[in-house]
């Protein structure tokens, strides 16, 4: 039982601030779960922008992956403007 709960909570947090999927110096894109907050990716692309010597991320647009979710459900791409 202790096994089984040590791997969904590593499945659960595996998912948790989202992933870069593309970082050109000007802008990133964060892959994130629906229920991952916008301020939880945007604290993802701050810090990828740190490392091409930008300090901030603004919110230029999100969509759905699949477009047949609702707005704002399932995986997202969140890109934001290094700044």
Same mark, same amino acid.
């Given at each position: 039982?202790? @096994?089984?709960?040590?791997?969904?909570?590593?499945?659960?947090?595996?998912?948790?601030?989202?992933?870069?999927?593309?970082?050109?110096?000007?802008?990133?894109?964060? *892959?994130?779960?629906?229920?991952?907050?916008?301020?939880?990716?945007? *604290?993802?692309?701050?810090?990828?922008?740190?490392?091409?010597?930008?300090?901030?991320?603004?919110?230029?647009?999100?969509?759905?992956?699949?477009?047949?979710?609702?707005?704002?459900?399932?995986?997202?791409?969140?890109?934001?403007? @290094? *700044?």
């Amino acid at each position: 039982m202790k @096994c089984f709960l040590g791997v969904v909570s590593a499945i659960a947090l595996a998912g948790c601030a989202g992933m870069v999927t593309s970082n050109t110096g000007d802008s990133v894109t964060i *892959e994130h779960d629906g229920f991952v907050s916008i301020d939880s990716a945007r *604290e993802v692309a701050i810090a990828a922008c740190k490392q091409n010597g930008k300090t901030n991320a603004k919110l230029l647009r999100s969509a759905n992956k699949n477009p047949r979710f609702a707005a704002g459900t399932g995986v997202q791409f969140s890109t934001f403007a @290094c *700044e």
